[in-house]
């Protein structure tokens, strides 16, 4: 008899780090707890910790003082995909659909509702529990910002004030010599970061995976800033960046490949080549996962707290199967299946690509 | 005979100092002359500068390495108004039109149109200017973020940062202690910057203009939080916050009035009466024009260079009358008549506001 | 019999707030922990939580991850003084010597000796302690840097760049302008903070407890950089800051005194004044706690570790009565009862002093 | 006859870039100007300059509004050296001694001394000059802060924050997930950075040049962290620090050499070799320039200027052949010839090592 207990939804994140989900936990929490009298629990690492039931009550004071801190205090998993679980069987590895389990932990521990913090793949095994009867809200989370049904997510407004922060480093001192300033940033299948950052920071060229670039167009345009007296270019590249043709298609998954020792990089690569080619000193700076730590800007505790005020909204009102978004300057909410199909990238024709040409940026198209 | 001439605009920014100017001149000038072939004049300290022709040929150079740099590179002028300006007559104080002059000076220059970056003030004046025949573009500046056409302006995420900051570093002491830390934040007539960095920061308690404040009521409420053990609660106000009834009135202008001297502010003054009915030690932090200084945040610097490379189209297409703005992620543009007429200011029953509460902000309505 | 017992301190922090007191707590419990097998009792809101046995046993997971966070995890207490506590007798208010108390406890829980980190006041209350038999050792913690037997406390470098960052904002706003902007910082009896944000900040003009200033020779310093062009000039005050004759001497105690109120602070007075005499527009930004809170600086965070590490090894091998102090490049220790005696004020004939007028800085003498 | 002119001095930065140095030029020019009365030449891109007679008169204007940027409004030069220079006689490369047209230089324009601002190789070579009778007057300048003769050189400090914030950064991001994070950062043959900005952030495992590493022993360490339950580890690695025997080296050249290519660093090197041993996910980030970049901190601010007016004193007093340091609190000077003989490496049985080891650091040895 439901009456007799209060209500419950748990709450879990998912995928890769991000600045502002302790925002949203913080909100999920205070608002299903102050206003709707629901509690909230928190389920560790991803759905990791929803498979082996590993979860606890968040009260107002677990949440209390986190809303500035980076990281997840819930931990995550960039692994775990209940329809998707590694097993050994004959000493054979398989994979096992093991959502069944998910749902009977729902169901056990009385959770209405499941809010799934994360990027498109948390987001979509979301999108398929609701097909096994869970219902799920969804709190869009890329740092790439590469979800077309919101406007923007959070976590992308901190890691594009951390890349512009260390163009503008290179920039102070770049001046001071002959130099090319290689500076790579995340994005490998969108370019959103290295296009603003390097929009903010006044980056001579702007390297995405969007627009497959010709080194000798980005010599070209180096050259031509040296002969007008500018003895410096600053060259920001998104990890994904790949030159026309894609030779190094491999830098994509930079990080899984024994490749990606052997080249170091696709940042270190167009330093080594531009170095070559024009006979000027490349310094080369890899930002990694700098972009996804530190505390979160305003901008994005905000927008976390406003996803998390309404992520708890949806869960009381039952209005599942929807995903919380940002359209103008109102957050509202869509189906969550429609949400995860559409990536959003960089549109080589857009107004904002076209604003960097207009103030002289180098695409290498 | 025109053609024989290359096609030239002014550029000026009027009023208060806002992060992210020069990014709008930058962009107005790289875009002006790489792309559409035209000069763009630099009028020094907004309106004055075009009353006494004071101006030069901005290059591409000039414009160089100031995207990062906060104030504007041309100065500006918070009185100048050449409908209004004050003359003296046998000795006596009166105020002359001196509009016509004002288009004397750009018909001399050959100034197509004058691009006129402001806020309510300067694009007021504007607005009149074109019904005297000058052609004019508007890009809205107010830090405070109240003009209903655009949904943000630059230099707001810039402040709202510098605030967020402030409220953070008392959170981190205020722990420490028994204790009421109260910051003053701009804002005189529009909250957006207490609201937000409030929210951002986890202010406990947040005094806008647009909510008249029971100062009972916050007391209470900071005392609520003392008996659940939180020995301490940050205290965000506006500058034009006021009591239930106004009886301070005055604070909203607060630097013009010798009360001010005998006041000390708004945020002094809340700080006083806390301390008077709690007992609990109480500090103030002013920040004043911390909140206009610094180098501006990623967002503005991108803003920035967006509307000055809109602005530069709507010049080079002769689309005069009309103030460039952002709606959602596109800059479009907007009547410049209409949009100085709409302020934007916090309503009380707003998503943001209700938000707020929901995460147990108070506002001591 | 003493051996049976694993050996244990007592540490507390006294006063007020500082960055870079966590990264003491966490080094006194590390190092004693690992390196020499004693356990460190934390002892609550400094000598308020030793009169009143509040203290429990801090183990390194208890400091992990506070390195980088501004305030005291042990919380600190202004007014405790085990030797001067407030009783009342027959309705009327006198104070006792409850030092013996102190004593007690610290006996009844085996404490081998006490660790203070705190200010003038609380090393003086543990030299006193020492009188009564009980081993204390001292680490110096002042935000004001005014202790002479160290080269610098920590703390301090972490205000000056809070102080900094504000001079710094002010700049590059103040010169869209003719302003004077006025910044009143922390010292009421030294002004160092006064001075090096002052010099690092380039400010114009600063006033500091040391130097009792002539306004008169202020205005004048300004209306000559007035004609050499500089439209702004920028006013650093430390809050001790007084004009010569110090006719508003009340500022030294800003807030204790209803006066304050009135007055609104040495900085509101100063631009007023200025503001007065010289018709141009002046700005007032207060820090107050601004500056005790944030994260500590890089250098703040290794003082704080090494005095921490010193202290443990100085309660380790029974060095009692001595406190730990920066001389040069090495750490080391003097005699706790000659350090609190000597206080480290600005010499106004002092090389640095010198160095800040060669570079053209006004101090109004 | 000298009375008839004023007297003048030259000064050039030599070198890599450093934050400070616009400090102390503006002092340089400021004391020189205002209190000596001495006119100073800035000579262009260090000794480039200097034999090619590029060089201006510096004003007080030429220097207001430098000391919050990084870089030098000089420029510099790292190969440039008289006493070597690259010719080709009939085809073929030699190295010519050009000193002698230096020492021209310098008469034809009546310098009585030139200010060396630079670092190993520039004052060097500034001592090698006085020996040619070229009076010289060296202000020490090393981000690494390899130089025995003072206790500190500023730009290093503001290096020291940027390697710091990174750690923080990537400490927040750690928590999330079970990983190795590894932070490249500046540091070929001086290991201070890595070793401070570890202490500063916390860093697990501190890798340098001074202490040879076991990767045996860094994995070890790592796993036993892992057993305690702390799912991450962050490793500080110094680019020039070396696994015990030095398979590699190369990596001290990491720049110069096409092994570098292959490499990607030492720091890349490290984890690929302990994700392979640990089966943990890690995560490179390397700072390169972002340390040289940037405004600088306060203290390298405030020695910079002190620098900058100690060396105008030498010079207006004619006490040539001499270095500015610092000692504790006081800038003094030393023989120039002895300076730049005396590197300063970590020693590994200082006491600032064994404080990083009290408090849990593995240096992996």
Known sequence: MMGAHPR???????GGDCPGLNAVIRAVV???????GIEVYGIRDGFDGLMNDNMDLLTA????GILHRGGTILGSSN?????????EVDGEKRYEDQSDQVVAVARARRLEAIIVVGGDGSLTI??????????????PKTIDNDLDSTDVTFGFDSARAVATDAVDRLHSTAESHQRIMVVEVMGRYAGWIALEAGMAGGGDVILIPEIPFDLEKVATAIEKRGQSGRRFSIVVVAEGATPRGGQIFVDRRIEDSPEAIRLGG??????????????WESRVTVLGHLQ?????????????????????RLAAEKLHGRMVSLRGTEVTSVPLADAVAKPRRVDPSSAIVSAARAVGTCFGD
Chains 1, 2, 3, 4 share one sequence.
Do not use: M
């Not at 419950?8 to 998912?14: A, H, K, P």
């Not at 004071?61 to 209390?64: F, K, N, W, Y």
């Not at 696709?266 to 006979?279: K, M, P, S, Y």
């Open 266 to 279: 696709i940042g270190r690569w167009v330093a080594h080549e531009l170095e070559e080619r024009l006979q």
């Open 30 to 36: 205070k608002a299903s707890t102050y206003h709707y």
């Open 292 to 312: 996804r730590g530190g505390s979160p800007t305003s901008f994005d505790r905000i927008l976390g707290t406003r996803f998390g005020v309404e992520a708890a």
């Open 61 to 64: 004071d677990d949440v209390s």
């Open 126 to 139: 979301g999108a398929q529990l609701i097909e096994c009867g869970l219902p799920v809200i969804g709190v």
């Open 8 to 14: 419950r939804v748990g709450l879990l994140t998912g």
């Open 79 to 87: 692994r775990a995909n209940p329809f998707r679980v590694p097993v």
